[in-house]
Structure formats: structure tokens, C-alpha cells
Nanobody, 119 residues
Framework: QVQLVESGGGLVQAGGSLRLSCAAS????????MGWFRQAPGKEREFVAAISWTTLYADSVKGRFTISRDNAKNTVYLQMNSLKAEDTAVYYC???????????????WGQGTQVTVSS
């Protein structure tokens, strides 16, 4: 059974930084794509970043967010810098067979972690 557990969310002031972690079990992340998505209140869930043999980023986070992974720890990270109020959302980790921006193509999801950026 594949499980993804996110951590690292919290409250931060605009301009600050947070690092999210997603610990995986039941699947070796080096063999799959790992993605981060987010859902703000009243909005649909949206793609943020993904990593496999390369990385993908949403235009809204390019240059501010960095996705990485530690294969030894089977963990993927999302380093978020220069945070803005519009980054406030629940952030979800997901895994799937291919590097994609489409959430329907990811087959396992974490429970989410709240990120709140105060302006």
C-alpha cells in the first residue's frame, strides 16, 4: 500500500520561506514521478511542481519554488521562497507513473498540509 505523508506547512509572513516534505512508503520514488499540487479556498486544485528525470513548475512559482528528492530517504521536498499571500493553500503531494501536470494522472495522494502566508 502506497502512503504519502506531508509535513512542514504552517504560517509564515509574506517574503518568508517554508520547506514541505513528503515521505513515501510502499513505492520507490526514484522510479516514479512525484508532484506537488495545491488548493486554495474556493478554487480548484492546481499543479505546482513535479520531479522525475527532470522537473516541471507552474509559471506562478518558477524562480521561487524548488522541488527536490532524497532517494535514500524516499522523500520529496518543496522549498518555497519569497512566499506571497496568493500561495496560501493546502499543499498535496502525489505520485504517478509519468511526469505530468495533470492531477488525474497521479494515482496516490497525501492528506495535505496547510500553508498560510500573511500579508
Amino acid at each position: 500500500q502506497v502512503q504519502l505523508v506531508e509535513s512542514g506547512g504552517g504560517l509564515v509572513q509574506a517574503g518568508g520561506s517554508l520547506r514541505l516534505s513528503c515521505a513515501a512508503s510502499g513505492r520507490t520514488i526514484s522510479r516514479y514521478a512525484m508532484g506537488w499540487f495545491r488548493q486554495a479556498p474556493g478554487k480548484e486544485r492546481e499543479f505546482v511542481a513535479a520531479i522525475s528525470w527532470t522537473t516541471l513548475y507552474a509559471d506562478s512559482v518558477k524562480g521561487r519554488f524548488t522541488i527536490s528528492r532524497d532517494n535514500a530517504k524516499n522523500t520529496v521536498y518543496l522549498q518555497m521562497n519569497s512566499l506571497k499571500a496568493e500561495d496560501t493553500a493546502v499543499y498535496y503531494c502525489a505520485t504517478g507513473p509519468q511526469l505530468q501536470t495533470v492531477e488525474a494522472l497521479y494515482d496516490y495522494w497525501g492528506q495535505g498540509t496547510q500553508v498560510t502566508v500573511s500579508s
